[in-house]
């Protein structure tokens, strides 16, 4: 009885320390994770509240206390790290055309705020950088840790793994992208956390063989309890994507069932308070 009453008071002591430090967002990101194995990605950064992939999206994400923002990478004319999901600008920003053709000076006169022009009127497009400095000045200040998760669309392993340890991002974070980056990311640098992608269970060991993958982003489509534990069996996360119309609660539910590792949702509100039951 004695035990319990402790632990009670322990209990009470650190809810009360977050609470003090913490908006509710993070108080309700660690009851979630307190709770729940299943780790969460924010999908382009998304939270709902600004356009993907910018500093304002990924500031309310912070906000909610996710493990990883997936971010993607990709180069200026003038070899500089940015951040946007498309090849071309035309989608989510007032440019067009590739983004390749452009300097990074060219791409901070541009708006990255299509379709929320009234709520952000001035938001850019990031740099990596600009990126990397957010996290890392956030994650000195908070309880709950967030690390990227990154896509690597359109980059060179040098510059981004530089980057990374620049702002000592490189070791939690997780690496994304096809099999040929990923074998030149191993040689930059061996210890780097490596996710390529699994369509077929056939592809476990020659990935493995070939990458020395750190997880594997599995399709959703073809994800079922055999297929964790076998990856698991290899002492290998599985990452997947539920994403568009898999964005829901059954899916969320069914991930944890399964023993999944991490999923990427564009809700990551949905998926805390599915769990928490609000």
Same mark, same amino acid.
């Given at each position: 009885m004695?035990k319990?009453?402790?632990?009670?008071?322990?209990?009470?002591?650190?809810i009360s320390?977050?609470?003090?430090?913490?908006?509710p967002?993070? !108080?309700?990101?660690? %009851?979630?994770?307190? =709770?729940?194995q299943?780790? !969460?990605?924010?999908h &382009?950064g998304?939270s709902?509240?600004?356009?993907?992939?910018?500093?304002?999206?990924?500031q309310?994400?912070?906000?909610?206390g996710?493990?990883f923002?997936?971010?993607?990478?990709?180069?200026?004319?003038?070899n =500089?790290?940015? !951040?946007?999901?498309?090849?071309?600008?035309?989608?989510? %920003?007032?440019?067009?055309?590739p983004?390749?053709?452009?300097s990074?000076?060219e791409?901070?006169?541009?708006k990255?705020?299509?379709?929320? +022009?009234?709520?952000f009127?001035?938001?850019?497009?990031?740099?990596? +950088?600009?990126?990397?400095?957010?996290?890392?000045?956030?994650n000195?200040?908070?309880?709950?840790?967030?690390? !990227?998760y990154v896509?690597c669309?359109?980059?060179?392993? #040098?510059?981004?793994?530089?980057?990374?340890?620049k702002?000592?991002?490189?070791?939690?974070s997780?690496?994304?992208?096809?099999?040929?980056?990923? +074998?030149?990311?191993k040689?930059?640098?061996?210890q780097s956390? &490596?996710?390529?992608?699994?369509?077929?269970?056939n592809?476990i060991?020659?990935?493995i063989? &070939?990458?020395?993958?750190?997880?594997?982003?599995?399709?959703?489509?073809?994800?079922?309890a055999?297929?964790?534990h076998?990856?698991?069996?290899?002492?290998?996360k599985?990452?997947?994507?539920?994403?568009?119309?898999l964005?829901?609660?059954?899916?969320?539910?069914?991930?944890?069932?399964?023993?999944?590792?991490?999923? #990427?949702?564009d809700?990551?509100?949905?998926?805390y &308070?599915y769990?928490l039951?609000?």
């Amino acid at each position: 009885m004695k035990k319990y009453h402790w632990l009670l008071v322990l209990s009470i002591a650190i809810i009360s320390s977050c609470q003090r430090s913490n908006s509710p967002s993070q !108080i309700e990101a660690w %009851t979630y994770k307190s =709770q729940h194995q299943l780790r !969460i990605s924010a999908h &382009r950064g998304n939270s709902g509240l600004a356009p993907e992939n910018t500093l304002a999206t990924f500031q309310k994400t912070l906000e909610m206390g996710v493990d990883f923002i997936e971010i993607d990478v990709r180069t200026s004319k003038d070899n =500089q790290l940015v !951040i946007l999901h498309d090849g071309t600008l035309n989608r989510t %920003t007032n440019g067009t055309g590739p983004i390749a053709n452009l300097s990074l000076s060219e791409i901070k006169q541009l708006k990255a705020n299509k379709g929320w +022009e009234a709520q952000f009127p001035n938001e850019q497009i990031p740099t990596l +950088e600009e990126t990397l400095q957010l996290v890392a000045k956030w994650n000195k200040q908070k309880n709950t840790k967030t690390y !990227i998760y990154v896509d690597c669309k359109q980059v060179e392993p #040098q510059p981004l793994v530089s980057l990374m340890r620049k702002y000592h991002l490189d070791k939690e974070s997780v690496y994304y992208g096809n099999d040929e980056f990923l +074998e030149r990311l191993k040689t930059v640098d061996a210890q780097s956390k &490596r996710m390529p992608s699994l369509n077929n269970a056939n592809e476990i060991e020659t990935k493995i063989n &070939r990458l020395a993958p750190y997880a594997f982003d599995v399709n959703w489509l073809k994800m079922n309890a055999q297929l964790v534990h076998d990856i698991h069996e290899k002492n290998i996360k599985v990452y997947t994507d539920v994403l568009g119309p898999l964005d829901q609660s059954n899916n969320y539910k069914k991930a944890k069932e399964l023993g999944v590792d991490l999923i #990427q949702t564009d809700h990551v509100k949905s998926v805390y &308070r599915y769990f928490l039951g609000n």
